[in-house]
């Protein structure tokens, strides 16, 4: 699973590729202070599979990936970006798409844009994002959350959040790979993703129009970064009951890969 990088247009992207079908079956989007590699346990469980090929990229901003060309992107922006990578990748038939915690966000926004190129959309911890909040708590979230990464940096966040990402009996090991992964985030592509979550409004996406594909919205109920009662609302605005992981946390598919890998349809 070595990292990719493709150029078009003066952009790049990076990502992981993993599986052996014909076509790409699935594609996975990360959260905010994560990366491709936040789904490397469903990568290696399909390495040497010939149904699935998935495909985990570094969002803009992140890894290698080019940032995006403005301070305050939105949602769209992010989801456009992910079609004119796959469009370069020359990604044709409909695919299982997966976002977890903001990816959730780009997820939702590309459905939106290109209904018929997604078979399935699965939200994973979603982040509701506070664009229906007032001016004052979008302010205050978005504050709070660079003014951490002014202070301590990638590496000393990492440190401070990577337990708060799990749930308090995960080993040591899933903390120190989560620690790992947040501690690479580059600040310029953090903050412009802070600002999209600052603005972005998950619901909203879901339901201008409702996506005609079947949607599953999962989060293990130790989750302290988006707990049930936030996830359940996104569920809820499409008639659908949220689906529990169990006794996790919010980097769910790090803590429970098995479960994460079957609900996805890698199992």
């Known amino acids: 699973m070595n990292p990719r990088i493709i150029h078009s247009e003066g952009q790049s992207i990076q990502y992981v590729c993993s599986g052996k079908a014909a076509t790409v079956t699935h594609v996975l989007l ?41 301070d305050t992107p939105k949602a769209e922006d992010y989801a456009l970006r992910m079609w004119q990578w796959l469009d370069f990748m020359s990604v044709k038939t409909p695919v299982v798409l997966v976002g977890h915690s903001l990816g959730c966000l780009m997820a939702a926004s590309a459905t939106r844009l290109n209904a018929s190129r997604v ?35 990638p ?74 009662e936030d996830c359940a609302p996104v569920a809820h605005v499409l008639g659908l009951n949220l689906i529990d992981l169990g006794p996790v946390g919010h980097a769910c598919a790090i803590e429970t890969p098995r479960k994460v890998s079957s609900l996805i349809g890698l199992g």
């Not at 290696?44 to 080019?66: D, F, I, M, R």
Request: proline share 5%.
């Open 30 to 70: 990360h959260g905010i202070g994560s990366g491709m590699m936040s789904w490397s346990n469903q990568l290696e469980h399909v390495k040497g599979s010939k149904k699935h090929q998935v495909l985990a990229w570094n969002a803009p901003g992140y890894g290698s990936s080019t940032k995006l060309g403005m």
């Open 155 to 228: 590496i000393g966040m990492a440190k401070l959040r990577a337990h708060a990402m799990l749930s308090n009996h995960a080993p040591e090991s899933m903390r120190l790979k989560v620690q790992e992964i947040m501690s690479q985030v580059d600040p310029t592509g953090y903050t412009q993703a802070a600002q999209m979550l600052a603005h972005a409004d998950l619901c909203w996406e879901l339901t201008h129009p409702k996506p005609s594909c079947q949607v599953v919205v999962a989060s293990g109920h130790l989750d302290q970064i988006t707990p049930p």
């Open 119 to 153: 078979s399935q959309l699965i939200l994973l911890s979603p982040a509701k994002g506070y664009g229906a909040a007032s001016k004052d708590i979008r302010e205050q979230k978005l504050n709070a959350r660079l003014d951490n990464l002014i202070e301590h940096g």
